[in-house]
């Protein structure tokens, strides 16, 4: 059964396990309880996961080949705890190829690693979804110039990985900066979020793709995000859901930030 795309979420560093014996701090529960029902909500179990997250960039699209990613704790001045959570899901090296031949038809250079290890955009989201690791995940990466419309068309050339039951998250925030909290934040993040979401769920398609890849021009985008990395994500998830329709699927305000969530069929 064809499968939507998502953009959730991923919360901060490992905000959801940092207390190892009980549950998260409450300013991120609403966020847990949402990925926690990420894949329950879809219509049928997916055979695979393809994640892009805000924290892999590479030159070119890089596909991760690897049958057993380690994971890269790339966050810090935590409780040493966290960094030796697991999240031991297997690769898809074959999906990551097929993604990269994808790509590469679409006129997108793209290279192999099975070296570096899945980031905290991959793990942490994803090991509150799923917590018995037991779908194989692919992790793609972001194109180091960020470019928006061309993150939206490998989107698109991904799209048909859907009929194959294959997932698509992009996982980043929606609103991402990182040097202003609480109540100096939420009133402009709230405008930005009503302005990203009229954007997102655009009932055309083209108009769609044309006002999310202007996000810059967006009220607040260059308060949301000071630098883009966290936003492309969801260009990735927006252009694989192709003309299916759009809704936000999550909203909370965590450390006076509104963020939100969205799904594509």
């Known amino acids: 059964m064809k499968q939507p795309t998502l953009f959730i979420p ?13 549950p998260c701090d409450a300013v991120w529960q609403p966020m847990e309880a949402y990925l926690q029902g990420i894949i329950a909500d879809l219509p049928e179990r997916p055979t695979a996961i393809l ?9 070119v699209f890089t596909v991760h080949t690897g049958e057993k990613p380690a994971l890269l704790y790339d966050y810090g001045g935590f409780p040493e705890h966290t960094y030796r ?21 679409a006129g997108f250079p793209t290279i192999e690693t099975n070296t570096r290890g899945w980031d905290h955009g991959v793990f942490i989201p994803l090991k509150v979804a799923l917590p018995d690791a037991d779908i194989p995940v692919v992790q793609l990466s972001l194109r180091a110039d960020l470019d928006p419309a ?25 609103f991402h900066n990182m040097r202003v909290r609480g109540s100096a934040a939420t ?7 009503a302005a990203l979401t009229a954007a ?3 009932p055309d ?4 793709a044309a006002r ?3 996000w810059s021009e967006l009220p607040n985008g260059a308060f949301a995000h000071p630098r883009e990395e966290h936003l492309l994500p969801l260009m990735i998830a927006l252009g694989a859901g192709g003309d299916d329709a759009a809704v936000r699927t999550h909203n909370s305000n965590v450390l006076g930030w509104e963020v939100s969530g969205y799904r594509f069929g």
């Open 85 to 105: 959570l697991c999240f031991d899901a297997p690769g898809a090296p074959d999906l990551a190829r097929q993604a990269a031949v994808l790509l590469n038809k």
């Open 187 to 193: 009133p402009p993040s709230e405008i930005w979020d």
């Open 150 to 174: 061309a993150h939206i068309a490998a989107g698109r050339a991904l799209a048909s990985l859907r009929d194959q039951g294959v997932l698509i998250i992009g996982s980043g925030m929606s």
């Open 200 to 202: 997102v769920t655009d």
């Open 212 to 214: 999310v890849a202007a």
């Open 10 to 22: 991923h919360g901060g560093g490992p905000c959801f396990f940092m207390n190892p014996d009980g």
């Open 51 to 59: 994640i892009v997250s805000g924290h892999w960039e590479e030159p």
């Open 205 to 208: 398609a083209t108009e769609r």
